[in-house]
């Protein structure tokens, strides 16, 4: 099984700041099979970037993916309102397909 | 419109059993592979169970593997998940999402509750 490590586990920041969340995995993960998710309260998880750095249809272009290997990161260039949420990496090369545990990023 | 609608969740006592569905609508249901995630109350995301698009196979995350059943009805346009013996861990709101095929998760429906009692 593929572990993925997230971190921070919580990040406080401010509008308008800029966001770096990693996601560390227990092997190699091809880039192809890496995925990334936003989880605001009360919704179901939505799609951000999949593929290590391509975003999901509507997602803005201040939310961008890279990384190779084992290490993965997904930047938030300039953060709105409606960025404070939790985010999941997935790698879904292999069964089980694992998320990360989740990082907070919350208004400071 | 692309939709997923999961249902039957509810309040249900230990060792029982409960089946949710989830209703596709807006994509060809036929060709997509499905999966069951599920999220413990104040947890992280867990996957559950993965059917192919044909429903020719199925692969099941250990802490639910031979109790839990998933399944797809094509002509229906609906996934379902068989729960039995139902632990009180297994405590959550459960997702069904779609996969095109070695893809990431990319439709997700609302979650249902399921709160296993002992």
């Known amino acids: 099984e593929i572990v993925l490590t997230q971190s921070p586990g919580t990040l406080s920041l401010s509008p308008g700041e800029r966001g770096t969340l990693s996601c560390r995995a227990s092997?190699?993960?091809?880039?192809?099979?890496l995925a990334w998710y936003q989880q605001r309260p009360g919704q179901a998880p939505r799609l951000l970037i999949y593929g290590t750095s391509r975003r999901a249809t509507g997602i803005p272009d201040r939310f961008s993916g890279s990384g190779s290997g084992t290490d993965f990161t997904l930047t938030i260039s300039r953060l709105e309102p409606e960025d404070f949420a939790v985010y999941y990496c997935?790698?879904?090369?292999?069964?089980?397909?694992?998320f990360g545990q989740g990082t907070k990023v919350e208004i400071k | 419109q692309v939709h997923l609608v999961e249902s039957g969740g509810g309040v249900v006592q230990s060792e029982r059993s409960l089946r949710l569905s989830c209703a596709a609508s807006g994509f060809n249901f036929r060709i997509s592979g499905m999966h069951w995630v599920r999220q413990a109350p104040g947890k992280g995301l867990e996957w559950v169970a993965v059917i192919w698009a044909d429903g020719s196979k199925t692969i099941y995350a250990d802490p639910v593997k031979g109790r839990f059943t998933i399944s797809k009805d094509n002509s229906e346009n609906t996934l379902y998940l068989q729960m039995n013996s139902l632990r009180v861990e297994d405590t959550a709101v459960y997702y069904c999402?779609?996969?095109?095929?070695?893809?990431?998760?990319?439709?997700w429906g609302q979650g249902t509750m399921v709160t296993v009692s002992s």
């Open positions: 997935q790698q879904y090369v292999a069964s089980p397909w694992t």
């Open positions: 999402a779609r996969d095109q095929g070695g893809a990431p998760f990319d439709i």
């Open positions: 092997q190699s993960v091809s880039s192809t099979y």
